[in-house]
């Protein structure tokens, strides 16, 4: 069964590096997502993008946050200078409509 | 704001009895609401998705439904197994394409022997 992957598992980096997560979402997908969940939080929305351009972005998705679709198979978030409050658990997601979606296993980022 | 409260952080129940799970919604108009389960330190799972005009939608021992007037969904998982054991996360999909899912906090659900 098709599944979305995530590159790295986990990612350790220092304050103020740039980070990039990266994403494989389900091949036949159009719609694709990046969330995040603070340890012990509720998962929170970052973005969304669809058609080669970002449809929707939160308040957490500042200037400090991009993402890239590169290669039309690679989904990438970007983080420009890390901060500590950064620190979590990133999941890409995608959906075939845009409504049902499918979650990877999660990149875990820990800024210190 | 926008408010999405799930009933009890935790809920245990013993094998084979229904768990009930409570999703509560305010000053929102979702025109979906969808079902996902969490395993620990894993990503969310589609379960169930439901629309706004229906009012209750089954998949194998998986009951939702939806009381828009309420604002209200009920998640309901007959003959509960220990496999059942995971953390079970309300979402609020507005209309719309590519639209963003605003999760509860979820409700751990323990499924004993």
């Known amino acids: 069964e098709p599944e979305v992957t995530q590159t790295p598992s986990h990612q350790v980096t220092q304050m103020g590096q740039e980070v990039i997560l990266r994403c494989v979402p389900i091949?036949?997908?159009?719609?694709f997502y990046w969330y995040r969940q603070i340890l012990g939080q509720k998962v929170e929305f970052l973005v969304s993008f669809y058609n080669n351009e970002i449809s929707e972005k939160s308040e957490i998705f500042d200037d400090q946050f991009s993402v890239e679709r590169p290669d039309g198979s690679n989904f990438t978030l970007k983080i420009r200078s890390t901060k500590l409050e950064d620190s979590a658990m990133y999941f890409c997601?995608?959906?075939?409509?845009?409504?049902?979606?499918?979650f990877g296993p999660g990149t875990r980022l820990t800024v210190t | 704001s926008q408010k999405i409260e799930q009933n009890s952080e935790a809920l245990n129940i013993q094998e084979g009895k229904t768990a009930t799970l409570t999703c509560n919604y305010t000053n929102y108009s979702p025109a979906y609401l969808q079902w996902y389960r969490q395993d620990p330190g894993r990503g969310p799972v589609f379960l169930l998705l439901?629309?706004?005009?229906?009012k209750e939608k089954r998949k194998e021992r998986l009951k939702v439904t939806f009381d828009t007037t309420l604002k209200q969904s009920l998640f309901h998982i007959t003959a509960s197994q220990p496999a059942d054991s995971a953390t079970y996360l309300c979402a609020l999909d507005k209309a719309g394409t590519a639209s963003k899912l605003t999760f509860g906090t979820g409700t751990r659900l323990q499924v004993t022997l």
């Open positions: 091949s036949n997908h159009l719609y």
């Open positions: 997601a995608s959906s075939v409509q845009g409504h049902e979606q499918y």
């Open positions: 439901i629309r706004e005009n229906e």
